[in-house]
């Protein structure tokens, strides 16, 4: 167990469903970061928060919407999502500026049919 | 655009072996990570090294960066079965900003 929770861990829907991708960290973290791996493909940053506030969304398509209700917690809502959304979906958090680095959490395995 | 690449994509040792992993970057940097991943799950922060430092050691890893070649190597020495896995370099271009990550290694070390 790392600090940083996600889940489900994996998780199977079809492309007219909307479901939630939880993450959860207790580790006092001020930042918290989606991330998209698919295979074959470097890791793409999806969302960064920090203090809450979103800084970055790097031109994610609009079916993907994150929401960060407060500092320990951040989740991704997905809706009418594509088989190439299928990829190992990765939550990571950390302490802006201490130099650190990322703490993950074990990821949602996404798979659309 | 990826800031990182890795080099070799894939690397097969024998145990007990020296593992080097390479990774070059386009743009300056406030430091670079390096990070590990065992198939499917999460990254593992394994070592942070800072512009201003050209050599880091924790344990049986040794990371080395080059500011001027914008290129960094990770040393995995006494290599174990439990090592393998896939190796990732990111860059922080600024303090507070995010990490870029590179396409990674995937390294196995045959018993």
């Known amino acids: 167990e790392t600090g940083v929770t996600q889940t489900p861990r994996h998780l199977v829907m079809g492309m007219t469903n909307k479901k939630s991708l939880k993450c959860e960290q207790h580790l006092g973290h001020n930042a918290m970061y989606w991330y998209k791996q698919s295979a074959k493909k470097p890791l793409e940053l999806m969302f960064v928060?920090?203090?809450?506030?979103?800084?970055e969304n790097n031109s994610v398509p609009s079916r993907f919407s994150p929401e960060c209700p407060n500092s320990s917690h951040l989740f991704l809502h997905l809706h009418t999502l594509q088989p190439e959304d299928s990829a190992l979906y990765l939550c990571?958090?950390?302490?802006?500026?201490?130099?650190?680095?990322?703490?993950f959490g074990s990821g949602t395995r996404l798979t659309v049919v | 655009s990826q800031q990182g690449e890795e080099d070799p994509q894939a690397l097969s040792i024998q145990e007990g072996e020296n593992a080097t992993m390479n990774c070059s970057y386009k743009t300056s940097i406030n430091n670079l990570q390096w990070y590990r991943q065992n198939s499917g799950r999460g990254l593992v922060h394994l070592i942070l090294?800072?512009?201003?430092?050209r050599e880091k050691h924790s344990g049986r890893l040794r990371v080395t960066l080059d500011t001027s070649k914008k290129s960094s190597s990770l040393l995995i020495t006494a290599s174990r079965a439990a090592d393998t896995a896939s190796y990732f370099c990111?860059?922080?271009?600024?303090?507070?900003?995010?990490?870029?990550f590179g396409g990674g290694t995937r390294l196995m070390v045959k018993p």
């Open positions: 990571a958090s950390s302490q802006v500026a201490r130099g650190h680095g990322y703490t």
């Open positions: 090294i800072r512009s201003n430092e």
């Open positions: 990111a860059t922080e271009l600024n303090a507070g900003n995010m990490l870029t």
């Open positions: 928060y920090s203090l809450e506030e979103r800084v």
